[in-house]
């Protein structure tokens, strides 16, 4: 077993500045952030960004800079989401490579998103894949449902194996719609994902209280872990997430205790294929 792979996804789509203030939205909250989860041990920063009113934007001139900014500041691979908020259109998220990330996140199919509906139609997830492998972009299989690793075959089986020719997955568990954020769960996913490319890694987030028990099963099964107030907004029964750096610095305690320390950057990026920069 290999050392353990930090994702942080310090921001998200979903909550609201107003109702969560230590929530980075500015890109100087994010870089600041950012540098501070490489210290500590994450290796991927999952980015989502936020407009001059703290709301969710795909806005390609925000995008490039916010590439921009947490290359110079940070060794971190920069992981944009396509996945947006529900509410984003289908070309604004295929826009989001043209801001020229190493990853992107690629979501493999439909799913019930609290109130929404999270869609990604087969077409669309195959536009993303087939982009990413001519513009060198390293994909990220996100994974909702366990029926989405069926799609993955589907999609590797069809369109070819992504840029790098490394396959790896994260599993989104714990959203209302979605999965379960469970050990059997994950346990599930695991025995599909091992019929997928040799190789292929994966990671798991586990949303709201299915945090821990998906961190734990996650380090168990020889998996990496996604951390982040995108995900998580509670650190423990009625105390408030402080920060991301506090998710990560959990994470990172779990991993040592797990003898599968923090991956540095630069073994990450051997990991997952994505170029030395
Ligand atoms: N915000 C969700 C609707 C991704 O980043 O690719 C989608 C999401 C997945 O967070
Ligand atoms: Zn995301």
């Known amino acids: 077993m290999t050392g353990t792979l930090i994702t942080v996804a310090p921001t998200g789509a979903e909550s609201s500045k107003a109702a969560v203030p230590a929530l980075p ?16 041990g994450a290796a991927i920063v999952h980015v989502h960004i936020r407009d001059d009113r703290a709301e969710p934007t795909l806005d390609q001139g ?48 439909t799913v019930n998103f609290g109130d929404g509906v999270f869609l990604n139609r087969w077409e669309f997830i195959v536009d993303l894949h087939t982009r990413m492998q001519e513009r060198g972009i390293v994909p990220e299989y996100e994974i909702f ?7 993955l075959q589907m999609l590797l089986a069809k369109h ?5 020719g490394h396959v790896h997955v994260d599993l989104v568990m714990g959203v209302p719609g979605g999965m379960p954020g469970t050990a059997d769960a994950l346990v599930a996913c695991h025995r599909v994902i091992r019929d997928l490319p040799a190789g292929t890694t994966f990671s798991a987030t586990g949303i709201g209280r299915s945090t821990l028990p998906v961190m734990l099963a996650s380090l168990a099964a020889g998996g990496h872990l996604r951390v982040g107030m995108e995900d998580t907004l509670t650190y423990a029964k009625g105390r408030a997430v402080e920060s991301n750096m506090q998710l990560v610095a959990r994470a990172v305690g779990f991993a040592q205790l797990a003898q599968r320390p923090p991956l540095t950057t630069a073994e ?7 170029p030395v920069r």
Do not use: F
Request: net charge negative.
């Open 160 to 164: 070819g194996l992504p840029y790098g």
């Open 62 to 109: 925000r995008l490039r800079d916010t590439v921009a900014a947490l290359r110079q500041s940070t060794g971190l691979i920069v992981q944009l989401s396509s996945g947006g908020a529900v509410t984003d259109p289908e070309a604004d998220r295929l826009a989001v490579l043209d801001a020229g990330p190493e990853m992107a996140s690629c979501t493999m199919g």
């Open 145 to 151: 449902d366990l029926g989405q690793l069926t799609t």
């Open 25 to 40: 939205v500015t890109l100087d909250e994010l870089v600041a952030t950012a540098k501070e989860c490489e210290a500590l």
């Open 268 to 274: 990450a990026r051997e990991l997952l294929g994505v």
